[in-house]
């Protein structure tokens, strides 16, 4: 078991499957005062240094929204162009003078290990919001939440369950992390579609192979009709050398209500881990899903909140203390009935 006080979260490989479940429980904690049922100040004068040196809109806005929702403060910091970076200061000095200012810090970085190095530096907890093509630890966390919770409302598990990946399998952090993570269940099938020049990394699937799971790779979108769980994903053009070569690959995978309803069975799960890119050459995931119940990208983007609300309270040591400080909410919200 993961021993959260103090902690920093860069890697899913620091959990094993009771250190998720502990997460996870605390996340359904949260759920009242992510819902504004209730509130609580359970971290009061607490600061979060939020830095994000790569474009984000989830998960920068989620961790800030998630320190808030616990009653802490939030100082950002977006770009390199704004920090002392852009002069030459390192990442150990940067993390040695911002955890001085900080209790806590959350950090994005479009280098692969930016974030582990950065943390050697830190004199507290960091929390690696994505490096480079690497991890993405909290959205494979949120993104497992949302499967459990998902595939529960149909009376199937992890275990044993159909997962389709499509798109940029090979610089997307989010279904590297996810896979790993899905090494700690059993049974697990992959059909992993995407250009073959985008595969997934070979490490990944040697982890799958390790945990037992079967995969598929290929580049059609045919034959997955006994998928779960559809996790469609972005072409990454900024891990491209040039956006010419990124543009070859983008719209090569196309999900509507018409493919959809074609490829997958009736309540095929759909997921993304977002932005999804709706420009007319990709449109990879089509407006026309809005109103699909099985749409889940709004629910998981929302379960973001939760899952990095549970990690804060693990790693500041309150999670047990969150119901002592808390009070009603006396504004209307009806965010519970979204
Ligand atoms: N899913 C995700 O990482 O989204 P952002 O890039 O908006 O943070």
Same mark, same amino acid.
């Given at each position: ?39 609580? @100040?359970?971290? #009061? =004068? ?11 809109? *989830? !998960?920068?806005? +989620? ?92 009376? @199937?598990?992890? #275990? =044993? ?11 997307? *952090? !989010?279904?590297? +992390? ?161």
């Amino acid at each position: 078991m993961l021993q959260f006080e103090g902690a920093n979260i860069l890697s899913v490989d620091q959990f094993d499957a009771d250190s998720i479940q502990r997460v996870f429980t605390i996340a359904d904690q949260m759920i009242p005062y992510a819902h504004r049922k209730k509130r609580t @100040r359970v971290l #009061d =004068g607490a600061i979060l240094g939020n830095l994000f040196f790569e474009p984000s809109t *989830r !998960t920068r806005v +989620s961790f800030g929204t998630a320190f808030n929702l616990l009653g802490g403060e939030v100082r950002e910091t977006t770009g390199m162009e704004s920090s002392a970076i852009a002069k030459g200061e390192s990442l150990y000095d940067t993390a040695r003078v911002l955890s001085s200012y900080s209790d806590i810090i959350a950090m994005r970085h479009p280098k692969a290990g930016s974030v582990a190095e950065f943390a050697e530096g830190s004199r507290v907890p960091v929390i690696n919001g994505g490096d480079g093509t690497n991890e993405h630890p909290t959205q494979a966390l949120l993104d497992l939440y949302t499967i459990q919770k998902e595939l529960h409302h149909h009376q @199937r598990t992890i #275990d =044993g369950m159909h997962i389709c990946m499509i798109g940029d399998l090979k610089y997307g *952090r !989010t279904v590297h +992390s996810l896979s790993k993570l899905l090494c700690l269940y059993k049974g697990v099938q992959f059909t992993l579609i995407s250009p073959q020049e985008l595969a997934m990394p070979a490490e990944v699937l040697s982890a799958l192979e390790d945990a037992g799971h079967r995969f598929t790779v290929t580049d059609q979108l045919a034959g997955v009709m006994d998928a779960d769980i559809v996790y469609q994903t972005r072409i990454q053009q900024e891990r491209f050398a040039s956006l010419e070569e990124a543009a070859q690959y983008r719209g090569r995978f196309r999900l509507n209500s018409e493919i959809y309803t074609r490829h997958y069975k009736p309540n095929t799960v759909i997921m993304h881990p977002l932005p999804r890119d709706s420009r007319e050459e990709a449109n990879e995931l089509d407006n026309d899903l809005n109103q699909n119940p099985n749409l889940a990208i709004f629910r998981q983007a929302d379960n973001g909140v939760l899952i990095r609300m549970a990690l804060f309270a693990l790693t500041l040591g309150v999670a047990d203390k969150v119901s002592q400080y808390d009070t009603d909410v006396v504004w209307f919200s009806d965010k519970a009935n979204y």
